[in-house]
């Protein structure tokens, strides 16, 4: 049975940082792309920051990119989002996900295979 579980949601204020950590059990991590995913309420979830299977590339969203760092670690079945400099737009319910191979890593955020339940980041001005 595979689990995705994510932790480090929590309150910071704007210009702040958070990191998230996701933990899989259940597949072999290097055979799977990762991303991250988030939603707010009357929002479709929208993929963020992705990761191939090796971590060799990687794709960001334009409201992300350069102030969130998405990183992986195989062995130990984990996955990160470092987020800098938040906003009071990135507050949202964050999801990690794995999918099995895709040709680049960019088309791991586009939809995913198995989700995690999903942690809360907010950000106060």
């Known amino acids: 049975q595979v689990q995705v579980v994510e932790s480090g949601g929590g309150s910071v204020q704007a210009g702040g940082s958070l990191r998230l950590s996701c933990l899989v059990s259940?597949?072999?991590?290097?055979?799977?792309?990762m991303a991250w995913f988030r939603q707010t309420p009357g929002k479709e979830r929208e993929g963020i920051s992705c990761?191939?299977?090796?971590?060799?590339?990687?794709y960001y969203a334009d409201s992300v990119k350069g102030r969130f760092t998405i990183s992986r670690d195989n062995s130990k079945r984990a996955l990160f989002l470092q987020m800098d400099n938040l906003q009071p737009e990135d507050t949202a319910t964050y999801y990690c996900?794995?999918?099995?191979?895709?040709?680049?890593?960019?088309?791991?955020?586009?939809?995913?295979?198995?989700w995690g339940q999903g942690t809360q980041v907010t950000v106060s001005a």
């Open positions: 996900t794995a999918t099995r191979a895709r040709s680049a890593a960019k088309d791991y955020c586009a939809d995913a295979q198995y």
């Open positions: 259940g597949l072999t991590a290097a055979n799977y792309g």
């Open positions: 990761i191939s299977r090796n971590g060799d590339a990687t």
